[in-house]
């Protein structure tokens, strides 16, 4: 494990890192996720073994501090990862990222182009939603205030959370959490999207086929993000669909 100081009141990021050559990987874990619980097995394939690799688990989340003064915004996720990156000396990384971990990234390239030189981003956000109670997800935490969720409202999410994710979810600063999906919710101005298709990198975009085309997966392939379609998985690709993640991320990376 390794961490860096990320604000001004000593918060850290920590991550696990596994040593390599070759361009720095940095992974990111969705909301209410850890990095190494949905990371571990992609990340020591075969495929895609020997780089130097960090499973970076976002601040509110996993091994990573938990401060209460700080908003969780995708910007002030971003910022604060920026500063765990520089502190890795990581620069020109390969960023994988799934769900709010691809939103976080895609601030991250847009305003750090240094940190990143290839994007691949698995079911990530790209759009702002609006909150709903009930819903799955960040549109079913932002639903609640942020009294609201402290005061029982996590327990309702918990109930119909899915056992592996609540596994990690727990271990997820309620605050953090909370603020987390509205950040996501709310998304950023400009876009996710129109961030993405604006960066001058290599992007790669996984999806599952059992979903359908992503909305305006034309106009992404026009700005030259390269959308594929993964059979038999779910919102967890690399979970999921284990082998096809791995020889998809090595196709992309190699390309």
Do not use: K, Q
């Not at 720095?24 to 020997?50: I, K, S």
Request: proline share 5%; with cysteine.
């Amino acid at each position: 494990m390794r961490d860096a100081v990320v604000t001004a009141a000593g918060d850290r990021i920590r991550w696990v890192e596994l040593p390599g050559s070759d361009a720095p990987r940095v992974y990111l874990h969705g909301l209410g996720a850890t990095a190494a619980a949905y990371f571990a097995e992609a990340a020591t394939h075969p495929l895609v073994a020997g780089h130097r690799t960090l499973l970076v688990d976002l601040l509110g989340h996993g091994l990573s501090d938990r401060p209460h003064d700080f908003d969780y915004s995708l910007e002030s996720h971003a910022g604060a990862l920026a500063a765990a990156l520089a502190g890795a000396g990581v620069t020109g990384a390969e960023v994988i990222a799934h769900s709010m971990g691809g939103a976080v990234a895609i601030v991250l390239a847009d305003r750090h182009p240094e940190l990143v030189s290839r994007l691949m981003l698995i079911d990530a956000n790209l759009d702002p939603v609006e909150p709903a109670r009930g819903a799955l997800g960040s549109a079913g935490i932002a639903a609640y205030s942020e009294a609201e969720f402290a005061d029982g409202g996590w327990e309702e999410v918990r109930d119909r959370t899915g056992a592996f994710w609540w596994a990690t979810m727990r271990l997820t600063d309620r605050t953090a959490l909370h603020r987390s999906a509205a950040g996501l919710a709310r998304g950023t101005v400009p876009t996710m999207r129109e961030l993405l298709v604006r960066l001058d990198i290599p992007r790669t975009f996984l999806r599952p086929e059992a979903d359908g085309p992503l909305p305006g997966e034309d106009g992404l392939r026009e700005a030259g993000v390269s959308v594929v379609a993964v059979a038999d998985c779910g919102h967890n690709v690399m979970l999921d669909a284990p082998e096809a993640f791995a020889s998809l991320v090595a196709a992309a990376l190699a390309a």
